[in-house]
């Protein structure tokens, strides 16, 4: 299944725009652990210019880059892609093939599908937001964001979009964690003790998309997408698994 395909069906779900170049970078996995590095330290500059962080706001938020650096090299054959912000400003997905022969994506199309539709989605969420850095923030409390809500409408609206593409697709959502046969490496990286807590969690990413279909069956795509641009309509954490308590508070 290519890109070629897959992006209008993106773009037809979400009601979003496709971006006037859709990035996909393909690295080894040295170079993944580099660059997802560096997207992190973008992101903490742009924090920077845009809060006029206090000093030891940002020697914080540089150590704990600094401390974290550890977890792509315990993670990569477990990430699929990382969408983030490249060093010109546009949205790109950075993906290891490596990763994705150890995941079993290479060897099972309808999985392959779900994750090019998945991180093609955050292409489209960063057009839409007009690349505003908060939504790839280091620091969202000093921006006064929830991150666990931001987590959640985020990366649930991704998995909801790929599961739309993919039951078009193959007449039924796709698992890649279910259908994908895993390398022997990406079973060992999963039995790291804690390894499951450097991420969103599965339950995350499923709950959020519940709240967008939710908020998808009662109001169209159109309400969903008005907090691309107004991020005082992100739900909340405790919103994420109530969508009626955030449709009152948004006054719909």
């Known amino acids: 299944m290519t890109l070629?395909?897959?992006?209008?069906?993106?773009?037809?779900?979400t009601g979003l725009s496709l971006p006037p170049t859709v990035r996909f970078r393909l690295m080894t996995p040295a170079a993944w652990r580099h660059e997802v590095r560096e997207q992190r330290l973008r992101s903490l500059v742009r924090d920077i210019a845009e809060l006029e962080m206090r000093p030891?706001?940002?020697?914080?938020?540089?150590?704990?880059?600094?401390?974290?650096?550890?977890?792509?090299?315990?993670?990569?054959?477990?990430?699929?892609?990382?969408?983030?912000?490249?060093?010109?400003?546009?949205?790109?997905?950075?993906?290891?093939?490596?990763?994705?022969?150890?995941?079993?994506l290479?060897?099972?199309?309808?999985?392959?599908?779900?994750?090019?539709?998945?991180?093609?989605?955050?292409?489209?969420?960063?057009?839409?937001?007009?690349?505003?850095?908060?939504?790839h923030t280091t620091v969202p409390h000093l921006r006064n964001l929830d991150a666990r809500g931001l987590s959640g409408f985020v990366e649930g609206h991704a998995h909801w979009t790929d599961q739309q593409v993919t039951t078009l697709l193959y007449g039924r959502p796709v698992d890649y964690h279910q259908e994908a046969p895993r390398s022997l490496r990406y079973r060992l990286h999963t039995s790291i003790p804690g390894v499951r807590r450097l991420g969103p969690s599965r339950a995350a990413y499923k709950q959020g998309a519940l709240f967008i279909r939710d908020a998808v069956a009662e109001h169209g795509v159109d309400l969903v997408n008005r907090v691309w641009k107004d991020v005082t309509l992100l739900p909340t954490a405790e919103e994420i698994f109530d969508p009626e308590a955030w449709m009152r508070r948004i006054a719909v």
Not at 109 to 135: I, R
């Open 4 to 13: 070629h395909k897959v992006a209008p069906m993106v773009a037809e779900t």
């Open 56 to 104: 030891e706001d940002a020697s914080a938020a540089r150590l704990a880059i600094k401390v974290t650096g550890f977890v792509p090299v315990l993670v990569w054959p477990l990430v699929l892609g990382a969408t983030g912000v490249g060093a010109d400003g546009q949205s790109e997905t950075l993906i290891a093939p490596r990763a994705l022969r150890h995941s079993g």
């Open 106 to 135: 290479l060897k099972h199309e309808p999985s392959l599908t779900q994750m090019a539709s998945h991180e093609l989605s955050h292409q489209v969420q960063d057009a839409a937001s007009g690349d505003d850095g908060l939504w």
